[in-house]
């Protein structure tokens, strides 16, 4: 039970990190129509900015905890603005000169841009891992069991909770804003008919841009959580979490913000189970027979799109 | 009518890759006229109206609006200079409210003025009051066809571009919703350029009109000159093409 209820709450915080990349392949899938295979790649750029900006603050596990969580807002904002261009740049680039061409042709230029940001940090940042001494310490112990076997401790890190915390309130955020404001109207007008959006005085290209920039800005965040988590970061972290990520959308229904989320907790919680009960070796392949699985049985998602009712 | 036209198209074509569907079209609407443009199925009368939108371009003549050159101009910024469309198809947002729908119509509107504009749009259709909160694709065609009037009224149109705003609707919905056309230019004297294929209500509601077969305009008269022409009354009224 307390083995169980440990797995459950690293499960929940891998599947956040998930569940933040995801909305930017579902958003950017939703209004253009294409897989942003690079999408990952942002993510990993987003890891290394905060790698480099933390090194630079001088932050280490001795500076107190409340100067720690200010310092790393301030990592998120530059590293959410850093990775922002780069997706704004990727989709100025490579996607829309492509657009209206025939349909496999902006998905080899994602793989090609994926390939090209691979090869840009291996070259500039070197291809060895990169690690991270722990820099928010201590915890909390919410269950304690005592039997013949030892002691067991249910604990939640505070950097679980900073993950946590963090990241949800981004996807409150983010939701509101899809939901409320003019800027997530146009959004949702451009995916749903982007000729009557435009018809509509929107600017379709820079609402384009903005989803770009604002799936990126969440990869980023991303992107600072997997660093803190793992504590250890290469060139290619993009690439394996970015297949998880992409699995996650597809089986939340790729188009759905909220089956994004829904579906970031689930491969988050189905990977941390599968290894802690069968096999850590094989963590990723759970991830990937899912996806599989999910693309024979469930094609359209947990919360797929529900069909426009025709009059 | 010597004033300049509020909307001056002159020989316009317009292609879809290498098939032409507008073979140097002409033609003018004067502020506050209603102006109709009836044609067979396929003549390319939608090709015309979204050429005036920009989207697809004119692949050669000159479209004035104000006297400014929009023939080259992005679909979106045309729709800020005060001119706005109800598209053929009604092309209504249907997984957003009318509410939202509306909202999205008012984008280029000055948004001190969304209250009174949605207090008038709900004058003209009361019924989309009453569905304010029911998401677009669960209206009927009815319905439907009026949200698409009143999101293009949303933007404060000086020029309305009307689709087949009769198509697939029945009579008592149809008579509603030309009904409220009259009224708009009679009350704000907004300017209205409709396509029809329904000849006969729009030649009886319209100023003027023009006939445009296979990408050219092949007449023009008043609404009342027009209904009276013997080969009008053959192809589009009796029993003709539609
Ligand atoms: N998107 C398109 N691609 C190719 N051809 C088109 C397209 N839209 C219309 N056409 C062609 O252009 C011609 C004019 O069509 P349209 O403007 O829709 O006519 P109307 O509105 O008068 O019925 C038709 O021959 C039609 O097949
Ligand atoms: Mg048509």
Known sequence: MEYFVQQLINGVTLGSIYGLIAIGYTLVYGIVGMINFAHGDIFMVGAFVSLIVITALGLTASTGLGLTILALILVLVISMIVASVYGWTVERVAYRPLRGSFRLAPLITAIGMSIVLQNYVQISQGARVKPLQPIISGGHTIMRRVDANGEFLVQVSNMQIFIVVITFSLMVIFTLLIAKTPLGRAQRACEQDTKMAALSGINVDRTISLTFVLGAALAAVAGLMFLLYYGVIDFFIGFVAGVKAFTAAVLGGIGSLPGAMLGGLVIGLIETFWSAYFSIEYKDVAAFAMLALVLIFLPQGLLGKPEVEKV | ?242
Request: charged share 20%.
């Open chain 2, 1 to 242: 009518m010597n004033a300049p036209a509020l909307l001056s198209v002159s020989q316009v074509e317009t292609f879809y890759g290498r098939i032409q569907a507008l073979r140097g079209v002409s033609l003018d609407v004067h502020e506050g006229e209603i102006v109709t443009l009836i044609g067979a199925n396929g003549a390319g009368k939608s090709t015309l109206m979204m050429t005036i939108c920009g989207s697809p371009q004119a692949r050669s003549g000159q479209i004035l609006y104000r006297g400014h050159d929009i023939t080259r101009t992005p679909t979106h910024q045309i729709m800020h200079m005060g001119i706005a469309q109800s598209p053929e198809g009604r092309r209504i947002f249907g997984r957003m409210t009318v509410m939202e729908n509306l909202r999205i119509g008012a984008s280029v509107a000055d948004p001190s003025h969304f209250d009174r504009d949605i207090e008038r749009a709900f004058a003209l259709f009361p019924l989309l009051k009453e569905r304010r909160n029911q998401r677009g694709g669960t209206l009927s065609g009815g319905e439907q066809q009026m949200l698409a009037i009143a999101r293009a009224l949303m933007a404060q149109p000086r020029l309305l571009l009307l689709d087949e705003p009769s198509l697939g609707l029945a009579p008592l919905v149809i008579k509603q919703i030309f009904g409220a056309i009259r009224e708009l230019n009679a009350t704000q004297g907004l300017t209205v350029f409709l396509v029809e294929q329904n000849a006969h209500h729009a030649l009886r509601l319209a100023h003027r009109g023009y006939v445009m077969v296979n990408g050219k305009i092949t007449m023009t008269g008043t609404g009342v000159e027009l209904l009276g022409r013997e080969e009008i009354r053959a192809a589009y009224l009796e029993g003709g093409v539609h």
